[in-house]
């Protein structure tokens, strides 16, 4: 089964998925994340996604799903890096990740949260 | 021998009521321009008369008869872009031959009856040759248009981190579907935070048109940009209300002006915000 | 649906969920190799993955075949996936968004059909058929 590194810097965990996950990686990615999230207390969690082709609803409902637990643990939620294609995709079936702060890049992503320290004291 | 030497005498004698005849008849109903439909028929004849100094059989290899062709292509492709009907445009040559035949007088009818049938073949070919080029013209144009049709979203860079797309003329479903890929295409490139979508030149606006711009907004909002539109007009506002679209959520502005201002003073804070 | 005119590219058997990733990204290449853009290549493999998808939670297993073949000046790309589970009860209802028997959204089969150009259902207890077909005109 495939892993998803996810790292720690500046108090922000960062995870880039970059190859297509099966629904069972998917899941256990989720699980780890929550349990190293609640470890480190991150202040924000930042996915990237910039070199996935395919979001189908499946992996849309475990990001929202995402969302809900991670700022449920108290830390915020960024994605970054959808792909026009992927984000137009998403709109046509319906799935609007409207609850999901999302980003142009990574960089982008991790400045607004280094950036915006007092919003999230 | 066969040539056409007396219905050359004949044209040539009556050269100028002939064109006078044939301009009135291809214009009678019609608010055709006619000082062009003169000028136009009047090298016409001309060509016509210098390709039949050549007999029937070895017209089409005469210099005057490619000269011929060429005026006919500038003639019927000039009818296939200004919007003549095909009836209208098929008739020239047409007309031509009538016209020719009422200068004919009854006692020379028969002695002309045998170049008539060679002159008769020629302008149908003229005739068949101006239509083929008058529709390949016109399919030009659609396939032309069709193109247009697809490349005409033009984006413009304003600033660092704004890009500004105008929209123009009418959104249906298949252009939606470019407008939104090509924007979306754009602010991921240009790694554009502010989008401004510019209603002013939309022609009309209505509940496709709207579903369609909150589709973009939606979509533009996935991959992290935010995207405010402006020059909604009075029209479009009223549909909007009636239709029960709900645009709450987006940030609209009266003016692109407006807009430009707003965006970038946005951008003026983020901007200090991260330093 | 008749075969002699397709041109079958892939047979991808559907056992785990591992088999609809394979499913979408050779449904991707495909469309890829065949000229389509991005955008519908995205598409096509987001179909094929909600579809795919539908097969295990339903039937458990099934078979996803890959297709293209030229008609009438357009090229298609066409995935038919086939599962011998319970069947589609109602096709139409399931057509529908926010119908569902599983746990999904209830936005697989509507959400797959506004991807693509066409999506056919034909489902019977013991044998349902999904073809999805992306086209587009051939010049020259």
Redesign the interface.
């Known amino acids: 089964m495939k892993k998803i590194p996810i790292l720690y810097l500046n108090s922000i965990l960062i995870a880039s998925i970059q190859t297509?996950?099966?629904?069972?990686e998917v899941l256990s990615f989720q699980s780890e994340l929550l349990k190293k999230n609640n470890k480190l207390m991150a202040k924000g969690v930042i996915i990237d996604v910039s070199t996935l082709?395919?979001?189908?609803?499946?992996m849309a409902?475990v990001l929202g799903d995402l969302t809900t637990m991670v700022k449920l643990q108290g830390s915020a939620f960024l994605l970054?890096g959808?792909?026009?294609?992927?984000?137009?995709?998403?709109?046509?079936?319906?799935?609007?990740?409207?609850k999901?702060d999302?980003?142009?890049?990574l960089e982008?992503?991790f400045?607004f949260l280094t950036?915006?320290d007092r919003k999230f004291q | 021998m066969k040539n056409f030497e007396k219905i050359k005498a004949l044209v040539h004698k009556n050269k100028e009521n002939i064109i006078n005849h044939w301009v009135t008849a291809v214009t009678s109903n019609s608010s055709i321009d006619k000082t062009r439909e003169f000028d136009d028929c009047s090298t016409i004849l001309e060509l016509v008369l210098q390709s039949i100094e050549h007999d029937y059989n070895n017209i089409s290899a005469s210099q005057s008869y490619s000269l011929l062709e060429k005026e006919l292509h500038s003639f019927a492709s000039f009818r296939a872009l200004n919007n003549f009907t095909p009836t209208q445009t098929a008739n020239y040559l047409l007309e031509f031959k009538r016209t020719i035949y009422t200068f004919v007088s009854d006692s020379a009818r028969e002695a002309l009856a045998e170049e008539f049938i060679d002159f008769n073949n020629l302008i149908d070919d003229l005739a068949v040759l101006t239509f083929q080029i008058y529709t390949d013209a016109r399919e030009e144009t659609i396939v032309s248009q069709a193109y247009a049709l697809e490349h005409d979203t033009p984006i413009v860079k304003i600033s660092q981190s704004l890009l500004l797309m105008p929209l123009m003329g009418i959104i249906d479903t298949a252009r939606a579907?470019k407008i939104?890929?090509s924007l979306?295409?754009a602010?991921?490139e240009n790694?554009?935070?502010i989008a401004i979508l510019d209603m002013t030149a939309v022609a009309t606006f209505d509940t496709h048109v709207a579903n369609n711009i909150l589709?973009t907004i939606?979509?533009?909002?996935?991959?992290?940009?935010k995207v405010i539109l402006s020059g909604i007009s009075p029209n479009a506002a009223m549909t909007i209300v009636k239709l029960g679209v709900d645009l709450s959520q987006v940030e609209t502005f009266n003016t692109l002006e407006n807009a430009i201002s707003h965006a970038n003073e946005r951008d003026g804070l983020s901007l200090r915000?991260?330093s | 649906m008749d075969k002699n005119y397709l041109n079958q590219v892939d047979d991808i058997p559907i056992k785990?969920?591992?088999d609809?990733?394979i499913s979408?990204?050779k449904g991707?290449e495909l469309a890829r190799k065949s000229g389509f853009s991005?955008?519908e290549?995205?598409?096509f493999?987001?179909a094929i993955?909600?579809i795919t998808?539908n097969v295990l939670t339903y039937a458990t297993e099934g078979d996803c075949y890959l297709f293209e073949k030229t008609l009438d000046g357009y090229h298609m790309v066409i995935a038919q996936i086939v599962d011998h589970g319970p069947g589609i009860d109602n096709p139409k209802l399931a057509m529908n968004?926010g119908y569902s028997t599983g746990n999904?959204?209830g936005?697989?089969l509507?959400?797959?059909k506004?991807?693509v150009h066409e999506l056919n259902i034909n489902s019977m207890p013991g044998k349902t058929l999904v073809e999805i077909i992306i086209k587009g005109r051939v010049y020259r």
Request: charged share 25%.
């Open positions: 297509e996950l099966t629904d069972e082709d395919v979001i189908d609803s499946y409902k970054c959808v792909k026009p294609a992927v984000s137009s995709t998403l709109v046509d079936m319906g799935m609007m990740l409207t999901i999302t980003f142009l890049s982008k992503a400045n950036s915006n | 579907q939104i890929e979306l295409d602010v991921v790694q554009a935070e589709k939606s979509a533009a909002k996935m991959v992290g940009t915000e991260a | 785990c969920t591992q609809i990733v979408r990204q991707r991005v955008s290549q995205t598409r493999a987001t993955s909600e998808r968004d999904g959204l936005l697989g509507p959400g797959a506004r991807l």
